[in-house]
């Protein structure tokens, strides 16, 4: 029955499990039977069933159950390599680097389940190499096969705590969501972190205003590489403060960083007494003097504006090699989503046929080296000589077209070059 107040000689409507009258709450709901409810406690009942997972909170993507780890089923090096293999085109040194790495990340995290052995700490990635050669497509693609959550985030938008911009706990933020809001997944993810050259310091002498969003975000950068329990805003501390916090542990999360770290060249040149142009002392070695990269080592990282800290917790450097005219031209044609590739399949969906002449795409390369735009320049310049052809054959009768060089110089040589500037 419900349950009611007396009070002088008339009944007063109240909530059945807390007491509360009418007046008292926003709405009182009426049951069948005479039993009421108030909209507080359906709120203290419905938190009540999201916190024991047995429905999921309104907006958040459904749970995912924590995957066991298998030896059986666990990937060896090689078999990651193999994978990148298939869509990027040379730097085997750095696929290599990476293929330890998350198979040394997913060995940790089995050895963690066994504290009587030794415990394995984790081993942070920096990549340094150009643009263009392929530092976040290598990330993108191995986050098609992992087998932990996989996240993005760009260095550049970071600031410190307090300042316009996002926080550095944001990239939690996002692992945790792509995860499926899973806390034990989250735990054991791994994170790339891209532009991390953009938050260099900007000078190594001390200045009135705070460098907000270069020394300051890998002063906040620090514990999280290294291992600490962060409290974490779901869905992004600013735009929604009234939410709870999750707290993450990252001590298993790996990061890898990646950054073009232009002009650092000049910085190991000088490191093994020589110049990147013009003549000087050489070592005794040969030093490759087109790929000083290859020599690239934590002092020249620190030189360059990261502060020693931040370089400690990045034990594992390597370095991506500037593309050759060989390498772009594999990339057209080679990878499983080569641009050529893609190309022909765009044109396929209207029944046209697609061809390209060697000499169109080796004209295509050729204006990629001159401009010095990398993998990346490859698509602005496609692009350029496809227009017209894109917009006149869906309309047209023809079923069948073969890109010539003359044809691509002829559309490439018509447009604004200053679009392609734009992206060098």
């Known amino acids: 029955m419900a349950k009611t107040n007396n009070r002088g000689g ?24 005479g039993a009421n409810i108030c909209n507080e ?3 203290m009942g419905y938190t009540s069933l999201a ?11 459904p749970a995912k159950k924590g995957q066991e780890f298998n030896a059986n089923t666990l990937l060896k090096p090689q078999q990651i390599k193999e994978f990148l293999d298939g869509y990027v085109v040379g730097q085997d040194s750095a696929k290599r680097s990476i293929a330890v790495a998350v198979y040394n990340h997913y060995k940790r995290l089995k050895n963690a389940q066994n504290s009587e052995q030794v415990e394995i700490d984790k081993s942070n990635i920096i990549l340094v190499g150009p643009t263009g050669t392929g530092k976040t497509l290598i990330a993108r693609t191995i986050a098609r096969q992992l087998g932990v959550p996989f996240t993005i985030v760009d260095a550049t938008v970071l600031t410190q ?10 990239i939690l933020s996002r692992l945790y969501q792509a995860s499926g ?15 991390i050259d953009k938050i260099a310091r900007k000078g190594d002498n001390p200045s009135i205003t705070r460098d907000v969003s270069g020394e300051g975000v890998q002063q906040a950068l620090l514990k999280i ?6 409290n974490v805003a779901p869905e992004g501390g600013r735009k929604h403060p009234e939410q709870k916090f999750v707290q993450i542990d990252t001590k298993n999360i790996l ?8 002009g650092i060249e000049k910085r190991i040149a000088q490191r093994l007494n020589t110049r990147a142009i013009g003549y000087g002392r050489v070592n005794t070695e040969s030093i490759d003097r087109d790929n000083l990269l290859k020599y690239v080592q934590p002092q020249d990282i620190k030189s360059f504006g990261l502060i020693p800290e931040l370089v400690g917790r990045l034990p594992v450097i390597t370095h991506l090699e500037p593309l050759s005219r060989s390498v772009l031209r594999d990339i057209l044609t080679e990878p499983k989503n080569a641009i050529i590739r893609q190309y022909k399949q765009l044109f396929e969906m209207d029944g046209i046929s697609l061809n390209f002449d060697d000499a169109a795409l080796d004209y295509i390369v050729d204006k990629s080296v001159e401009f010095k735009l990398g993998a990346r320049g490859l698509r602005s310049i496609c692009e350029a000589v496809m227009k017209d052809l894109m917009f006149d054959a869906p309309t047209s009768d023809i ?8 044809y691509a110089k002829e559309k490439f040589e018509g447009q604004s070059l200053v679009i392609l500037k734009q992206v060098m």
Do not use: H, M
């Open 225 to 230: 590489l290294e291992g600490t329990v962060v």
């Open 399 to 406: 079923k069948s077209f073969t890109v010539t060089k003359e």
């Open 181 to 195: 809001y899973d806390l034990e997944s989250t735990q054991r993810g791994i994170v790339f972190i891209d532009e």
């Open 161 to 170: 705590a307090g300042y316009v911009g996002e926080d550095v706990e944001s």
């Open 10 to 33: 008339r009944k007063e409507e109240c909530c059945s499990f807390c007491g509360r009258k009418k007046e008292e709450v926003l709405v009182l709901f009426q049951g069948v039977d």
């Open 41 to 43: 406690c359906i709120e």
């Open 51 to 61: 916190n024991n997972n047995i429905i999921q909170p309104k907006g958040e993507k």
């Open 255 to 262: 990061f890898i960083c990646g950054g073009a770290f232009d």
